[in-house]
């Protein structure tokens, strides 16, 4: 016999699988009802459904944001939700922004985007180490931008983060 967790989740896939506009509905419950993962599984019952990610996105709270931007790069969604990064990426919350430059956003968004994300995560205090293909991505540029914030910190005074100053 299945837990509860399990059976609702089962359930609720299959709702969604049947009928995409359920998730409105249940993804705002399945962190309670179906425990941890149940709302990876019910953005994965979507098979790509972009209009529906994106407008769960929209009407979600932090939460439901948070779990939307972790799983992107596994939704198959290519470059059709680099706009929920770019959102995430103008808020003030950590969790959201040390998202919104896991593995989706380091491969969707452009140049300018991604350095100017990564100097987000340093003035908020989100370690580089949450950056996904930061390797990768490093340049010229970001390593400037990098350096002249550093410069500001000394100039007032602050610390300059050890991840930065090991970049620059």
């Not at 300018?112 to 100097?119: K, N, Y």
Request: hydrophobic letters at 45%.
């Amino acid at each position: 016999m299945k837990e509860p967790a399990q059976e609702w989740l089962a359930q609720a896939v299959r709702q969604v699988e049947a009928d995409p506009h359920a998730i409105h509905r249940l993804f705002p419950q399945a962190g309670r009802r179906g425990g941890p993962g149940a709302r990876r599984a019910l953005l994965g019952a979507l098979h790509g459904d972009h209009a529906t990610i994106r407008s769960l996105y929209e009407a979600g709270d932090s939460g439901e944001r948070l779990a939307i931007l972790t799983v992107l790069h596994e939704l198959d969604a290519e470059g059709t939700a680099v706009g929920l990064v770019e959102d995430a990426l103008r808020t003030n919350d950590a969790r959201l922004v040390a998202a919104a430059l896991g593995p989706y956003g380091a491969a969707w968004l452009d140049d300018h985007s991604f350095r100017h994300g990564v100097l987000k995560c340093v003035f908020m205090s989100i370690p580089l180490a949450a950056v996904a293909e930061l390797d990768r991505r490093f340049d010229a540029e970001l390593a400037r931008m990098l350096s002249d914030y550093a410069a500001e910190l000394r100039a007032a005074g602050r610390p300059v983060p050890d991840d930065v100053l090991e970049r620059i």
